[in-house]
């Protein structure tokens, strides 16, 4: 982690959680997390986000979604504009998660437009890159997450590039309880943070947050903030406790 850069810990609790447990998981963040050093995310579905966003309101928490469509409006049953989310007082929004992209079919060329979406509503999207364990095994696991880097910045102005955050996630490592070596992972937010020099400049990329997802808990958010170019998480199951939530992003008193 860089003294220079302020780390973000987002929580991403997916499709869990109604009304009554968002609203208790998010009172139990808020209550532990006291006046931390690092911006701190949740991202609730979209049926919990009014209510979290009242819970956390006036605190350090700040609100995130999921996802959301890359057109402001128009007939697409079921999507969520961006100003649907900048209503509720959305501020982060993750993009391009593994999810969507192997689930739902989601392209490179869809981020890239949702991303600009997100820019032009003045969120501050969460871009997730990363490969799957076929990908890895095959030794493309650069050539991947360049590449998706790249694809997602295609016509986004350079100035804006520091002002944005990616989130590394090797698939092979989400939900499976596997977690990529703290090292390994700095190498390839290292590597994400070197793409972003190439299309912009090293001051840029030097201010740009680079996240690490997959399986983060508790026991291992230390480690992975111990390295240079690690500023954060994205959390998944672990994010759906409050105790464990708080004790990452208590990382610098959390023991390992």
């Known amino acids: 982690m860089s003294t220079k850069r302020k780390p973000v810990i987002a929580g991403n609790w997916k499709m869990h959680t109604t009304l009554g447990t968002a609203s208790a998981l998010a009172e139990g963040v808020r209550d532990r997390i006291g006046a931390p050093d690092v911006e701190v995310v949740i991202c609730p579905p979209f049926t919990a986000l009014s209510t979290v966003g009242q819970v956390v309101a006036n605190s350090p928490v700040r609100l995130g979604a999921q996802n959301m469509n890359a057109h402001a409006k128009g007939a697409f049953t079921g999507e969520i504009a961006p100003d649907m989310l900048t209503d509720l007082g959305v501020t982060y929004v993750i ?124 026991e291992t958010i230390r480690a992975q903030m111990a390295e240079s170019d690690i500023d954060g998480a994205l959390v998944g199951g672990a994010s759906l406790e409050a105790a464990s939530f708080a004790a990452i992003v208590a990382f610098d008193r959390t023991a390992t």
């Open 95 to 218: 993009l391009g998660h593994s999810e969507r992209r192997q689930l739902f079919g989601e392209t490179d060329e869809l981020v890239n437009a949702k991303v600009h979406a997100a820019i032009a509503n003045g969120l501050v999207p969460i871009i997730c890159v990363g490969e799957t364990l076929e990908e890895r095994e095959a030794a493309i696991t650069d050539t991947v997450v360049i590449g998706q880097t790249q694809r997602a910045l295609i016509g986004v102005a350079p100035e804006r590039f520091a002002a944005l955050i990616f989130a590394y996630e090797p698939v092979w490592a989400i939900g499976t309880g596997k977690t990529c070596d703290a090292s390994e992972a700095n190498r390839v937010c290292a590597l994400i943070r070197d793409t972003l020099a190439k299309l912009s400049s090293y001051e840029a990329a030097e201010q740009a947050r680079v996240l690490y997802g997959g399986s983060v808990k508790p």
